[in-house]
């Protein structure tokens, strides 16, 4: 629907807006987190009881005297509004910082497709608003996004990297997409961070300092390790306050990974990275606020921006600022020294069925992992054998596919039918050219027209084979270790129990070493090299 925008009504409608939501916010309900018995409270204090009863006096008065429908009595009524609306804090009140945010799923009630058009419509939404606003500030993580308008939409994307140097878009993330955290490999989520901390200092200049994951299913232990080796020391999720039993019992804490490495977490007390902008949201924060609408995209509106014009300072609301991630992160260290600290893995209580589904999707994720380091280690070999393999730019392309497929809302199975159409015939594609590029990886080091670089590639392919068996053997070795133990504590057994054991372990090795190898690399004799 197309219409001319009245300057004068939007401003009056938001000048009286703001305060109707605050007076009827007077007295809050308190709403559980979570219905365990350690839930916590949503916690947002009632108004002082002064400044409510001056908020609906005022506020009849305009009602009393302002027409809709005769300008002539908007005058007065605003100049009521603006009495109401220079109200201040006092000196000691809780500060909110705000950044505009769009979470778009990569896919997950729509296909990959769709969220190409999705990010393509948001951005350019996000980018006008700046031009409208010029304290709007928007923070977008996902590396893979950025690449699609670039590649879709060359002349938004120029517009975004306008805004990136002018400092109102925040580049915020270091993944190619915002992956699941709990079922792909540690390399796998290396290379996440590596694909898009590399994409961000290539186009952008900088890398991201804030892993930013809000939706994701819970976390894994050795993230804090992984996120520092990228150059991350800050960490941003929300999906915890969705909990079916117990709240996590802080916002920010230090988060200590299995190896000791520790990151500065924060998660937003609003508990919604999909912020509307309304009193109700913005009495419920204390710390980082995302507005925007997300999960489908849109991202914020102007409405939104008008409302936090009017309630930097306003009376009874947290003091807001417009600040980057960054400057956030920075305000919460000064504080961060008696932090609570949290140890391992951050586990999610809730979407617990989605390890369950789409079964063939893991299991063809877990292949291809494989594959791709088998491949790139033979590779290797092959570039200082001088024999043929596939080229850096051929290989990544290949890790792309399944990163993006390792989507938080594709690689668990909580997407619709149609998306897993396409996960599936990409991964098993990869999967089959993977196998391909390995096999001829590897007749290339196995063949040679003079004897010197014969012996030494059959030397160099012998190394390797044994090196790759021995990675998928890997897979196995906490099933010796379980075997072994099982001997020792059955020690006091007859001799012919640890017999049998030792002769399971003897078989379970050999068959490893000389069977058949079910990921479609051909195993051959090691004289055959």
Known sequence: EIGRLDREAWSLFYDYDVLRQLEADRQPAQVP????????????????????????????????????????????????LAGLLSARNGDVVHNLSAIGHAHIDTAWLWPIEETRR??????????????????????????????????????????????????????????????????????????????????FERTFGARSTVFWNPDVFGYAGQLPQLMREAGMSRFLTQKLSWNRFTSPPHHSFHWHGLDGSSVLAH????????????????????????????????GPTAGMIETLRRTQDLLGLPRSTTRTPDEFFDRLEREADDFASIEGEIYFEYHRGTYTSQAEVKQLNRLCEGRL?????????????????????????????????????????????????????ELRALA??????TQNVLDGLTDGS??????????IASRCRRAVLCRHDHIDERHRVDQRRRIRHHAHQPPSLREAHSRRLAHLARSR????RGDGLTRQPHHAL
Request: glycine share 8%.
């Open 513 to 516: 070493r000389h069977g058949p």
């Open 33 to 80: 987190r979570s219905v365990g018995e350690v839930a916590t409270k949503i916690v947002r204090p009632a108004l002082d009881t002064t400044w409510s009863g001056r908020l609906m006096h005022d506020l009849n008065r305009v009602c009393n005297v302002l027409d809709p429908h005769d300008r002539a009595t908007w005058p007065e009524g605003r100049a009521i």
């Open 118 to 199: 999705k990010c393509q419509r948001s951005f350019a939404t996000v980018v006008a608003l700046m031009d409208e606003y010029p304290e709007f500030k928007f923070a977008c993580s996902q590396a893979y996004q950025y690449a699609v308008i670039e590649e879709m939409d060359p002349d938004l994307f120029a517009r975004i990297r306008a805004k990136v140097a002018a400092g109102q878009w925040i580049v915020v993330g270091g993944s190619w997409v915002e992956p699941d955290c709990n079922l792909p490999s540690g390399e796998a989520l290396t290379r996440q961070f590596l694909y898009g901390q590399r994409y």
């Open 432 to 437: 089959d050219d993977l196998a391909t590029l």
């Open 267 to 298: 998660f937003p007390p609003a508990d919604t990275y999909n912020g509307v902008a309304n009193i109700e949201e913005l009495r419920s924060a204390e710390a980082l606020y995302l507005f925007g609408h997300g999960d489908g995209g849109g």
């Open 373 to 425: 380091q088998s491949l790139e280690y033979l590779a290797t070999a092959a570039a200082l054998a001088g024999t043929a393999h596939p080229d850096r730019t051929q290989v990544e392309a290949l890790w792309r596919v399944l990163l993006v497929n390792q989507f938080h809302d594709i690689l668990p199975g909580s997407s619709i039918g149609e998306v897993y159409v396409r996960a599936l015939r």
């Open 450 to 459: 003079k004897a010197a670089d014969r012996k030494a590639r059959r030397h």
